[in-house]
């Protein structure tokens, strides 16, 4: 998959794109703040994308992710603070809380590909995500 990583955490997303090429996915862009990452969204038409509450312009990660919705690109949430998710989820999938370990994340990884594809069979969500209620079985 093509992926999109918004993410302000230089270290945190550095660390998420290497564990995605490791996975054979391509990340097409990253971005900190949110004008960035609808420019990239809207430029690179990324498969999915990963999306950071706390940007570096504030918390407008909620605003980017409704803009992903609005451009069919599911994402997730990776944020520190779960409550800080509107109950819509503004259309994301889910949500990755920080900090993950490699091995949930890979997990996440993994579940998520397989529901965008739409490639085998759709086991339960991992435990390092949270499924948003709309996505919920």
């Keep these: 998959m093509k992926i999109l ?4 955490e230089a270290l945190l997303a550095l660390e998420l794109e ?19 990452a609808r420019h990239l969204a809207e430029r690179c038409r990324p498969d999915f994308a990963f999306v ?3 940007l570096v312009d504030g918390p407008t990660g909620i605003d980017v992710g409704r803009h992903l919705r ?15 998710i509107p109950e819509d989820f503004a259309g ?14 890979k997990n996440a990884v993994t579940f998520l590909e397989a529901l ?11 435990p390092s995500l949270v499924v948003a209620p709309a996505f919920a079985c």
Excluded: C, W
């Design 5 to 8: 990583i918004v993410e302000d």
């Design 18 to 36: 290497s564990e995605l090429q490791s996975a054979g996915h391509e990340v097409v862009g990253h971005a900190m703040a949110s004008d960035e």
């Design 52 to 54: 950071d509450i706390h």
């Design 70 to 84: 609005d451009q069919g690109i599911p994402y997730v949430f990776v944020t520190g603070n779960l409550k800080r």
């Design 92 to 105: 994301a999938i889910g949500a990755i809380e920080k900090p993950y370990t490699m091995n949930g994340l």
């Design 116 to 126: 965008v594809t739409h490639d085998g069979a759709i086991a339960n969500a991992p």
